[in-house]
């Protein structure tokens, strides 16, 4: 089990719950879509997951270690890119990059190896020696996704990664997120583009209000809607009987 969320609560100034009694568990070599309307809960819960934002209650564990106990052990488990990737932006692109490699004590020989890599797939190779404040969104998004990664986690939790990408950067990071999966690890990402999610994803959680209202592999959504209905359609009905 990679992911495993118990009864999470999350309340912001003890009022309506931003959370509400979250129960979610993903598995070994699965892409988990995290689908909800603005406002539904889908970053706080993120937060939450990586350990940004405490839970108010229940338990959040990654690879087994709960993220509250020993947060230090559960943030070395996954490779986390927020919804918005402008931070550091007055280093260069490479001194940003060994920094993540810093923190995630990367040694320099693996890490030359993987920054080449990873600059070549998404075609940065030439940015790396540029303030990240030069930059365009989505070349700030893929330093960001490339910083994420450099450590070789089992784990990848994005928030809303495609943003800002142009396509070929796009079919690149969903392409790595197969291969991820494929070599039995986890991606668990939160997306607005129902396409994507249905293309992509092992299964899906529909989240609105803090509540989970689906959660079931693609399969499983379809057949308990209609068979032939788009993830989109679902996907409005059941966020709008709410």
């Known amino acids: 089990m990679m992911i495993e969320l118990v009864n999470v609560n999350k309340s912001y100034n003890g009022k309506e719950k931003a959370v509400d009694n979250l129960n979610i568990t993903i598995e070994d070599g699965q892409i988990f879509g995290f689908l909800g309307p603005n406002g539904a809960g889908k970053t706080t819960t993120i937060k939450m997951i990586t350990g940004i934002l405490n839970a108010d209650s229940g338990s959040i564990k990654i690879n087994g270690i709960d993220i509250k106990e020993n947060p230090l052990e559960g943030k070395k488990q996954f490779g986390f ?8 932006l007055r280093i260069k692109g490479i001194e940003y990059l060994n920094f993540m490699a810093d923190v995630y004590e990367v040694p320099s020989n693996l890490r030359k190896d993987r920054i080449k890599n990873l600059s070549k797939r998404f075609d940065m190779e030439k940015a790396l020696n540029d303030q990240i404040q030069s930059y365009s969104h989505g070349m700030r998004q893929k ?32 392409e790595m997120m197969k291969e991820h999966i494929a070599s039995g690890k986890t991606v668990f990402f939160s997306t607005h583009v129902l396409e994507v999610a249905e293309k992509l994803c092992d299964k899906v959680a529909i989240i609105n209000k803090g509540k989970i209202l689906v959660c079931d592999t693609l399969q499983g959504i379809k057949q308990h809607f209609k068979e032939n209905e788009s993830l989109e359609k679902i996907f409005l009905e059941v966020t709008h009987n709410e």
Request: no cysteine; aromatic share 8%.
């Open 81 to 88: 890119v927020p919804d918005n990737p402008d931070a550091f």
């Open 143 to 174: 330093i960001v996704i490339m910083g994420a990664i450099l450590h070789e986690p089992s784990v990848w939790i994005l928030d809303e990664p495609m943003t800002g990408l142009d396509p070929k950067s796009s079919y690149i990071l969903k």
